[in-house]
């Protein structure tokens, strides 16, 4: 293969390592831009991130090798504990992960008090990335672990972006969410944390209240609506065809649909695919049986932006009424689902 067509991210990890450190390292951040190569189906997303992870796990393990001493080594060895657990989840690869862990526990015994914030947030992130499906007693330990970071580093510029994930593990618990978020306002420095902040407070704002939501059909032929479905639980999950969480969590919502009386319960996609062709064919070859909405303006539409939207996927669960009553409708779906349905 000519290296003229090599993906980006490959040519530059074969750059690395010709001249001084420096300029290897640059070569190296350069690799933080991501696959450049577009991706034209979200399986050759998914490829073209892999042969991404790996050409990053080849500069950095080539860039500790030829400059272990540098000032930069420090930092290249947990990148490289993040990439790889990156990876080990990915892979699901038992391996990757117990390296990870060494290479944190190691760097954790010559960090100075300055890095040994960054090998606490690393340890502290790789076991939040961890929790897939965590228990109460999971949650618990994570906040405990959070508050012990804080404790450990209160100036710490991070302290907000981490109050903000932990409070994403308590949507079933609004006034620990509602406390969590409200503690991390005024510690954001960045506008990113304070818009995602104001985002997530304005979806908690909605819990107990009347949801009005409206928007055209997949083909525009005619105008979707909330209250249409008044009577039956609803439950709403926006997604987007390039988002991989998006499509387990669909996948998801099919299996348990099947055990729904389909009289009175009710599921509605959002859509926040810009183009109608692959929300078509998606829509087509996965036999999505129920409505979609979709305007086409992707994160800038108001029918996410009106609520506060900024991950994917979110799926919310609504009473007969119309009425918010979960944030987080993944979880247990049939549980939440069978308390409403047994609900007067």
């Known amino acids: 293969m000519s290296r003229r067509l090599w993906p980006l991210s490959l040519v530059l990890a074969v750059a690395c390592f010709a001249s001084t450190a420096e300029e290897d390292w640059q070569a190296l951040i350069a690799l933080d831009a991501g696959p450049q ?64 862990d060494r290479l944190l526990d190691a760097l954790e015994k010559i960090a100075t008090p300055e890095q040994r914030a960054d090998v606490d947030f690393a340890k502290l992130s790789l076991a939040m990335r961890r929790a897939n499906s965590p228990t109460t007693m999971d949650r618990d330990a994570l906040l405990s672990r959070a508050r012990k970071f804080q404790a450990a580093h209160p100036e710490d510029r991070r ?18 969410k509602r406390k969590l978020l409200t503690e991390a306002q005024p510690l954001a420095s960045d506008d990113e944390t304070k818009s995602r902040l104001a985002d997530d407070l304005r979806r908690l704002d909605l819990l107990g209240e009347t949801v009005a939501l409206s928007g055209p059909s997949t083909d525009g032929s005619k105008t979707l609506a909330l209250e249409d479905y008044r009577g039956r639980i609803v439950i709403v999950c926006f997604f987007a065809t390039w988002s991989p969480p998006s499509l387990a969590a669909l996948d998801a919502l099919k299996r348990a649909s099947s055990a729904f009386p389909k009289e009175r319960v009710q599921i509605l996609g959002v859509s926040l695919d810009t183009k109608p062709e692959p929300l078509g064919e998606f829509l087509k070859t996965r036999a999505i049986p129920w409505p979609i909405l979709r305007d086409g303006k992707g994160w800038e ?5 009106s609520f506060g939207i900024n ?22 779906t049939s549980g939440q689902v069978q308390q409403l349905l047994r609900a007067k």
């Open 311 to 332: 991950t994917l996927p979110t799926v919310w669960l609504l009473d007969r009424e119309g009425k918010l009553r979960a944030l987080d409708a993944l979880e247990s």
């Open 37 to 100: 190569t577009p991706s034209r189906s979200a399986a050759e997303a998914q490829a073209g991130l892999v042969a991404h992870l790996a050409a990053q796990e080849s500069a950095l393990r080539n860039f500790i090798a030829a400059h272990g001493s540098d000032t930069h080594a420090f930092e290249a060895r947990l990148r490289l504990a993040r990439l790889l657990a990156i990876k080990a989840d990915l892979q699901t690869d038992g391996k990757l992960r117990a390296e990870a």
């Open 159 to 176: 302290i907000a972006h981490i109050l903000a994930e932990i409070a994403t593990l308590f949507d079933s618990q609004p006034s620990v």
């Open 301 to 305: 539409s108001p029918l996410v932006r």
